[in-house]
């Protein structure tokens, strides 16, 4: 199946400037872009007055959680975790899981976003979802070590990887995923880096969310959340996923430096939850790759990276008392191709390039909000939002086109959403 979409300003994200041409796709690659294409195709998109761009890339959610969006809000995080949502998730059923997470799919593909790195529990169903609807995904089961020794969580992690690496036409990676220093002990964490080093797996895990974090950390280690980290050894053996990491010094900074992976900074979720500001500059000065994600929708209460894109820009503009920190093109490339490094797919995804995996979007500017156009990537980074995605290609197929989803019955969904969250949380 070949498909081409004709006259589309196209953003590579790739180091060159914006140009008007034409993209043609063969099956799941993109084999030609440049300013005319001949080629018979199967299907053409004609997308005048559109722009193309790489799908953006969720590096941190927690794609269930959307059955929790607005359930809680307004509340300090470890209240928000401990009193409303373990006890909701406690309740959440396997079917529970896949229809969460098929929720947030919906929201990610209709606002650009074509791969997503997910950490929760029933992985199984997120996968199902995630095959069924054509995202992108990298999976981990998040494992928690406070009352028992999560030998039955290790067990769900092992066949998550065992059943689904390299799944659905090789869209779904997967990931170990000791969720933080304050709920993984010392020992358990390090039996499961030396796992992860083992299989040659990479680790997503939360890092120095809030202050309180960092209090209890020294408390019973004597150290920061990132010296934890470090000292077993975490940063040298395995490639990690760090989402968060907004409590971090110079030197914490410093340990993080070399490391293969990086920081998921989520912008929207930091503010919402009253956590701080990620010194994003000073870890991308000291050469570490951070990406954006949102959170799961329990805290961010969207999943739309337009949002976060906009967010991580002016929050470093505000904290450095600085508008030309973090500019436009820096914050598009933390949501496509710095994020497609953390989650280990950038040979693969996050620009848009021949051999590349087609993950495009294509964003509608005959808006009057998109008028006139002056810089393509200060468009995209500050006036775009997630509703002006008209079509969403990953892997070569199309997920959505004129705002129509095309793997996913909407009605049934809803139907299925309204009476399932109400069930968990009743009560809670
Ligand atoms: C064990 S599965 C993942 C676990 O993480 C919880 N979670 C969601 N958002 C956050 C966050 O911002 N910080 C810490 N933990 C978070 C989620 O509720 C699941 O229990
Ligand atoms: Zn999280």
């Given at each position: 199946m070949k498909t081409l979409i004709r006259d589309v300003t196209i953003l590579t994200m790739?180091?060159?400037?914006?140009?008007?041409?034409?993209?043609?796709?063969?099956?799941?690659?993109?084999?030609n872009i440049q300013a005319e294409v001949i080629a018979d195709a199967d299907e053409v998109i004609k997308a005048t007055g559109m722009v193309a761009m790489p799908g953006l890339i969720n590096a941190h959610q927690h794609t269930p959680m959307s059955l929790l969006r607005g359930f809680s809000?307004?509340?300090?995080?470890?209240?928000?975790?401990?009193?409303?949502?373990?006890?909701?998730?406690?309740?959440?059923?396997?079917?529970?899981?896949?229809?969460?997470?098929?929720?947030?799919?919906?929201?990610?593909?209709r606002s650009g976003t074509t791969t997503f790195a997910d950490m929760y529990i029933h992985m199984n169903e997120v996968a199902f979802a995630a095959e069924e609807v054509g995202m992108?995904?990298?999976?981990?089961?998040?494992?928690?070590?406070?009352?028992?020794?999560?030998?039955?969580?290790?067990?769900?992690?092992?066949?998550?990887?065992?059943?689904?690496?390299?799944?659905?036409?090789g869209r779904i990676t997967t990931m170990l995923g000791p969720h933080s220093p304050y709920t993984c002990p010392k020992e358990p964490f390090k039996e499961v880096i030396a796992l992860a080093e083992k299989l040659k797996m990479p680790i997503h895990t939360h890092l120095a969310e809030t202050k309180e974090e960092?209090?209890?950390?020294?408390?019973?280690?004597?150290?920061?959340?990132?010296?934890?980290?470090?000292?077993?050894?975490?940063?040298?053996?395995?490639?990690?996923?760090?989402?968060?990491?907004?409590?971090?010094?110079?030197?914490?900074?410093?340990?993080?430096?070399?490391?293969?992976?990086?920081?998921?900074?989520?912008p929207?979720?930091?503010?919402?939850?009253?956590?701080?500001?990620?010194?994003?500059?000073?870890?991308?000065?000291?050469?570490?790759?951070?990406?954006?994600g949102t959170d799961g929708a329990g805290s961010a209460t969207t999943v739309d990276m337009f949002e976060?894109?906009?967010?991580?820009?002016?929050?470093?503009?505000?904290?450095?008392?600085?508008?030309?920190?973090?500019?436009?093109?820096?914050?598009?490339?933390?949501?496509?191709?710095?994020?497609?490094?953390?989650?280990?797919?950038?040979?693969?995804?996050?620009?848009?390039?021949?051999?590349?995996?087609?993950?495009?979007?294509?964003?509608?500017?005959?808006?009057?909000?998109?008028?006139?156009?002056?810089?393509?990537?200060?468009?995209?980074?500050y006036s775009v939002n997630g509703g002006d995605v008209d079509t969403t290609i990953v892997n070569g197929k199309t997920l959505m086109r004129g705002r129509q989803l095309l793997t996913i019955d909407e009605e049934e969904l809803f139907k299925q959403v309204s009476c399932r969250s109400k069930r968990i949380t009743e009560g809670v």
């Open positions: 790739n180091d060159e400037a914006p140009f008007v041409g034409d993209i043609l796709i063969d099956e799941e690659r993109i084999t809000d307004d509340l300090k995080l470890m209240d928000w975790l401990d009193k409303k949502m373990l006890p909701a998730e406690a309740r959440m059923t396997p079917e529970d899981i896949y229809w969460g997470a098929k929720l947030s799919m919906a929201e990610m593909i992108r995904a990298s999976l981990t089961r998040g494992l928690v070590f406070l009352a028992d020794d999560g030998g039955k969580r290790m067990g769900e992690a092992l066949d998550l990887i065992n059943r689904w690496t390299g799944k659905a036409e960092v209090i209890k950390i020294r408390e019973k280690y004597n150290q920061t959340p990132a010296e934890f980290l470090y000292n077993i050894g975490l940063f040298e053996r395995t490639h990690a996923l760090l989402a968060h990491s907004v409590h971090l010094n110079s030197h914490d900074i410093g340990l993080l430096k070399g490391m293969k992976g990086g920081v998921s900074h989520n929207v979720s930091n503010l919402k939850l009253g956590c701080g500001i990620a010194p994003v500059l000073d870890m991308i000065e000291q050469g570490i790759t951070v990406g954006l976060e894109i906009k967010a991580a820009t002016w929050l470093q503009k505000l904290d450095h008392g600085d508008p030309t920190r973090l500019p436009a093109s820096q914050a598009l490339l933390m949501a496509t191709r710095e994020s497609a490094k953390l989650l280990n797919i950038h040979d693969e995804v996050g620009t848009l390039e021949i051999g590349k995996k087609a993950d495009i979007i294509l964003i509608d500017i005959r808006k009057p909000h998109l008028q006139p156009i002056h810089h393509i990537e200060s468009l995209m980074a």
